[in-house]
C-alpha cells in the first residue's frame, strides 16, 4: 500500500516568502507613485453623463430617410472641440471621451459613447442633459445622441462616505481579530489575531494595487472586493489554526511550534489550496465573461477579486503562520530564559 | 454517528433537485383570467437598477434646512404618491432622519430614460395642497394665482385655501367614542381664511387635492371659526383606519412643508446594457458552476458528486433567498454584485464538502475502515467550518449594515459604530451582502447536513464500497 506523503517545508523559508510579499508590495507603492489612484466620483463628488451615438454615416442614412446625405465627416466628433463648445455652454470645464459601445439590440444602431466628465467635485444639476443635448446638436446635427446614464454625487456626502467605507473595512478587521482572539486562547490568541491581521492587510495591500495597476477607480466595488477577500483570506488561516489547536491536544504541550505548524498545514493543504482554487475558477468565470462582453461594473470587481483570492491563499500559507509561529518562538524563548535565570 | 438508512440519499437528492426546480421555473396557478404565482420563479426576482435600469436619486431640502422626522415623512409620502401616479409601485423609498435625506430608486418603465430631468423635477416639485370649495371631478386647470380652479368640462371652483395656510395636520382619537379623526391647525392667516370659506359653504363639500389628485372630500358641517378644524370618516365605524389617517395627513402635512426638496445625488442607468448583462451574468454562474462540479468529481470521486447534489441545493437555496419563493413573502432585490456573490457562494460553497473530503480522505488513507472514516472525517471538520464561515458572516453583516438601508436590522446594530455617518444606501452593495451571507448559511444546511446525510447513506450500497471512491487505495 502506497501512501502519499506531503510534507513541504512552509517555515524555515518563510523569511523568504516575506521578502516575496515585500518586494511586490514596493513594486505595488512605485506603481501608486507612478500612476496614482484614482476615487471614484462617488467619493470625492462630481458628476457624469453618458450619451451613446452612432459614427457610421451609411447606417445613420440607412435608417433615417431625412439624412440620407450626410458622410462621413460630419459624424466624427472633434474632441477638444466639442470639449471647448461643451464647456462654454454649461460655463464649468468638461472632459469628453468617445468609447466603442457593445452593440447589443440589432435594432439600435449607435456603436459609440461619449461619455461627458464634469472638473472639479461639485455636483451638478441634472438640467445639464438638457443644456449638453443642446449644445451637442448644435455642433452635429447629424447625429443623435440618446442618454445612456448619468450620475452626480455632492462633494460633502461623497467624502462621508467614503469615511464610512474605510470605517467599515476597520470595523471588519476588528471584529475578525477579537473572534480570531477568543477562539483560539489555547493558542495564544492575540499573537495569532494579530498575524492574521497582518495577512489580511496584506490582502487588501494587493487588491488595492491591482486598482491601481489596471487604472480601475477606487469605488464601492474596491469596498465590497477588500472585504470578501479578507472574509476569505481569515477563513484559510483560521482552518489552519483549527488544525494547530487539534494537533496541540494531540501531541501534548512540549512537542515543537514549527513542527506542529508544518504539520497542520500539510495536513490542510489540500483543502486551502483546493477551497481556493474554487473560488478562483468562479471569479475567473466571470472575469473572462464580463471582458468579452465588456461589463464594466463586474470587470472591475472580478480581476481585483481574482488577484485578491490569490493573495489570500498565499497570505493564508506563508504569511500569518510564519508571523505566529516566529512571534510564539520569541515568546517561548522568553519564558525559557526568564526560567533559567529564576533557576539561578 | 447514527447509521443513516440506504434510501436517505434518494430522498435528500429527491428534495434537493425539487427545491431547484421550483426556484428556477417556479409554480403558477391560474384562476379563471387571474395568473397566481405560487411560487416565484428565477424570473419573478426583482431586479436591481443596475440590471433593469432606473434612477437612484437622493433628496434633501433645500439649504440645509433641518427638517424634523415628521416633515422628512410627510416629504417621503409626496414621493410615493407621485411615484404610484406615475404607475411605478417597484420603488424603494428609504428615509433617513439623521442626515435629513430621502433615498428613492425606481427602475424604468419602458424606454422613458429620455426624460429623466423631467421625471427627478416631478418628483421633487413642492406640493401643491388645494382645498376646493365644491367637488370637481378633475382639476384641469389652475389659476396662477390660486382663485380657482376648472375642471375638463370648463366649470370653475374657487379655491378656499392652499398648503401654506396649514400650519400642521395630525391623527387623533377622540376620546369617548374610539374614533380616529384628522385635526387641522392652520396659520394665523389660513386661520381667518378658513373661518371665512367655511362659513360660506355649510353642507357643501371642501374637497382637498393635491398635485391635482383628490385626496379628501369632506363635507363642511359648520363654519370653523378658532383655525382648529378636524375631518372626519363617518361612513366608517370608528373612523379612518390608522393608515388611512396618516396617509392623509403625511399629505397634508406635505402640501404645508416649510421646505423645497432638492436632488442632491443621482444616478441613472441605461436600461438596455442592464438587460444584456443578466443574461451574461447567468451565463456566467453556469459555467461557475459546472467547471467547479467537473472538478469536485474529478478530484473527490464519490463524496465530490455529493458536493455537486449539495451545490446545485445551495445554488438554488441562495435564489430562493433572493425571490422569497412563496408568491407572499416578502423578496430581496438583486443587482450584479448580487449575482456575483451567488457565483461566488458557489465557489465557496464546496469549501464544506472540501474539508470534510479532505479529512475523509485523510482517515481512509491511514487505513480506518471506511464508516470509520467517514465519521471521524464528519465529526473533526465542523470545527473548522464553522470558525471559518464565522468570517465570512462577520464581512457580510457588515456590507448590509453599512450599505443597506437604515431601517433595515442590520443598519440598526451597527448603528453604536457608524453613528456619525450618513445612511448611503447603495442597494447593489447590500444585495451583495445578503446573497454572502445566504450562501454561507446553505453551506452549513447543504455542504454539512445534507451532504452528510447522502455520503452516509450512500455508503451502504455495496457497490460505492470501494476505498478508490472515497481517494483512498483498494486493496488487492
Not at chain 1, 234 to 261: C, H, M, Y
Not at chain 2, 116 to 121: F, G, K, L, R, S
Not at chain 2, 208 to 237: H, K, R, T, Y
Request: with cysteine; aromatic share 10%; glycine share 8%.
Amino acid at each position: 500500500m502506497k501512501i502519499k506523503n506531503k510534507n513541504i517545508d512552509f517555515l524555515s523559508n518563510s523569511k523568504k516568502y516575506w521578502l516575496i510579499s515585500l518586494c511586490i508590495i514596493v513594486v505595488g507603492i512605485l506603481c501608486n507613485v507612478i500612476f496614482g489612484a484614482e476615487l471614484d466620483i462617488k467619493f470625492t463628488g462630481g458628476a457624469m453623463f453618458k450619451y451613446s451615438y452612432c459614427d457610421d454615416a451609411e447606417l445613420i442614412a440607412a435608417t433615417n430617410v431625412s439624412a440620407t446625405d450626410i458622410t462621413d465627416e460630419d459624424t466624427q466628433i472633434d474632441y477638444s472641440a466639442a470639449q471647448v463648445a461643451l464647456s462654454t455652454a454649461l460655463g464649468r470645464d468638461v472632459t469628453c471621451d468617445i468609447n466603442t459601445r457593445l452593440n447589443v439590440d440589432a435594432e439600435d444602431i449607435d456603436n459609440k459613447m461619449l461619455v461627458i466628465s464634469f472638473s472639479g467635485n461639485e455636483a451638478v444639476d441634472e438640467s445639464a442633459d438638457t443644456v449638453i443635448r443642446e449644445s451637442l446638436a448644435e455642433q452635429y446635427p447629424a447625429l443623435t445622441f440618446t442618454l445612456r446614464g448619468s450620475n452626480s454625487v455632492d462633494p460633502v456626502m461623497g467624502r462621508e462616505f467614503f469615511l464610512k467605507c474605510m470605517v467599515a473595512v476597520i470595523l471588519a478587521g476588528a471584529f475578525m481579530i477579537l473572534y480570531v482572539a477568543l477562539r483560539f486562547k489555547k493558542i495564544g490568541g492575540w499573537t495569532a489575531g494579530v498575524s492574521g491581521i497582518v495577512a489580511i492587510v496584506h490582502d487588501c495591500l494587493i487588491v488595492y494595487f491591482t486598482f491601481v495597476v489596471c487604472g480601475f477607480p477606487i469605488d464601492d466595488n474596491f469596498i465590497a472586493v477588500v472585504l470578501a477577500v479578507i472574509g476569505y483570506s481569515l477563513n484559510s488561516t483560521i482552518v489552519i489554526f483549527d488544525r494547530i489547536r487539534e494537533n496541540r491536544k494531540l501531541f501534548g504541550p512540549k512537542a515543537s511550534i514549527t513542527e506542529i505548524t508544518n504539520r497542520s498545514m500539510n495536513e490542510t493543504l489540500g483543502r486551502t489550496i483546493n477551497t481556493n482554487l474554487c473560488v478562483f475558477l468562479a471569479v475567473a468565470t466571470v472575469a473572462v465573461i464580463s471582458i468579452i462582453f465588456s461589463l464594466d461594473s463586474i470587470i472591475t470587481f472580478a480581476i481585483p477579486m481574482m488577484f485578491g483570492t490569490v493573495s489570500g491563499c498565499y497570505s493564508s500559507l506563508f504569511i500569518s503562520n510564519s508571523i505566529w509561529v516566529a512571534w510564539q518562538e520569541k515568546i517561548n524563548a522568553k519564558k525559557l530564559a526568564a526560567a533559567k535565570g529564576g533557576k539561578k | 454517528m447514527k447509521r443513516v438508512g440506504k434510501p436517505w440519499f434518494f430522498v435528500v437528492a429527491v428534495i434537493i433537485i425539487v427545491l431547484s426546480y421550483l426556484t428556477f421555473f417556479g409554480v403558477y396557478g391560474s384562476y379563471g383570467d387571474m395568473e397566481t404565482t405560487i411560487i416565484r420563479g428565477v424570473k419573478d426576482i426583482r431586479w436591481g437598477t443596475d440590471i433593469q435600469g432606473g434612477v437612484t436619486v437622493t433628496f434633501g431640502p433645500l439649504d440645509e434646512y433641518d427638517a424634523s422626522e415628521t416633515e422628512l415623512n410627510a416629504a417621503s409620502t409626496i414621493l410615493e404618491t407621485r411615484l404610484i401616479n406615475d404607475n411605478v409601485t417597484d420603488y424603494e423609498l428609504y428615509v433617513d432622519s439623521d442626515s435629513d435625506r430621502i433615498i428613492v430608486s425606481f427602475p424604468w418603465k419602458d424606454n422613458q430614460q429620455q426624460d429623466v430631468a423631467a421625471t427627478i423635477d416631478e418628483l421633487s416639485a413642492t406640493a401643491v395642497l388645494l382645498f376646493v370649495e365644491g367637488a370637481p371631478s378633475d382639476i384641469a386647470y389652475v389659476d396662477p394665482d390660486y382663485t380657482y380652479v376648472m375642471d375638463s368640462s370648463g366649470t370653475s371652483y374657487p379655491i378656499g385655501i392652499q398648503g401654506k395656510h396649514i400650519e400642521s395636520a395630525a391623527v387623533q382619537t377622540i376620546q369617548d367614542t374610539g374614533e380616529r379623526v384628522i385635526e387641522l391647525n392652520f396659520t394665523d392667516e389660513g386661520a381667518d381664511l378658513f373661518a371665512e370659506v367655511t362659513s360660506g359653504c355649510i353642507g357643501n363639500y371642501l374637497s382637498i387635492w393635491m398635485d391635482n389628485v383628490m385626496i379628501s372630500c369632506p363635507v363642511v358641517n359648520e363654519a370653523i371659526l378658532n383655525g382648529e378644524a378636524m375631518i372626519s370618516n363617518s361612513q366608517q365605524a370608528g373612523g379612518f383606519t390608522a393608515e388611512e389617517a396618516y396617509d392623509l395627513t403625511n399629505k397634508i402635512n406635505g402640501g404645508a412643508l416649510p421646505f423645497t426638496l432638492e436632488t442632491k445625488d443621482y444616478d441613472i442607468v441605461d436600461p438596455e446594457l442592464g438587460d444584456d448583462s443578466l443574461k451574461i451574468m447567468m451565463i456566467a454562474g453556469i459555467i461557475a458552476f459546472v467547471i467547479i462540479c467537473i472538478f469536485m468529481i474529478v478530484y473527490y470521486r464519490l463524496p465530490g458528486v455529493v458536493a455537486c447534489i449539495a451545490l446545485l441545493g445551495q445554488a438554488a437555496g441562495s435564489l430562493a433567498a433572493v425571490s422569497g419563493f412563496f408568491g407572499g413573502l416578502s423578496s430581496f432585490t438583486l443587482t450584479l454584485p448580487g449575482i456575483a456573490g451567488i457565483i461566488l457562494s458557489v465557489g465557496m460553497g464546496v469549501d464544506a464538502n472540501i474539508i470534510t473530503n479532505e479529512r475523509i480522505k485523510e482517515e481512509v488513507l491511514k487505513g480506518k475502515t471506511l464508516d470509520g472514516a467517514i465519521d471521524s472525517g464528519n465529526e473533526n471538520s465542523f470545527s473548522s467550518i464553522f470558525d471559518g464561515n464565522i468570517t465570512v458572516i462577520i464581512v457580510s453583516i457588515i456590507l448590509m449594515g453599512v450599505f443597506g438601508p437604515p431601517d433595515s436590522f442590520w443598519s440598526k446594530m451597527l448603528t453604536p459604530f457608524l453613528f456619525m455617518f450618513p445612511t448611503a444606501t447603495t442597494g447593489a452593495i447590500y444585495s451583495f451582502g445578503y446573497t454572502l451571507l445566504v450562501g454561507v448559511i446553505f453551506n452549513f444546511v447543504m455542504g454539512v447536513t445534507a451532504s452528510r446525510l447522502m455520503l452516509k447513506s450512500l455508503s451502504n450500497f455495496k457497490i460505492f464500497r470501494k476505498r478508490w471512491l472515497y481517494g483512498g487505495v483498494d486493496e488487492k
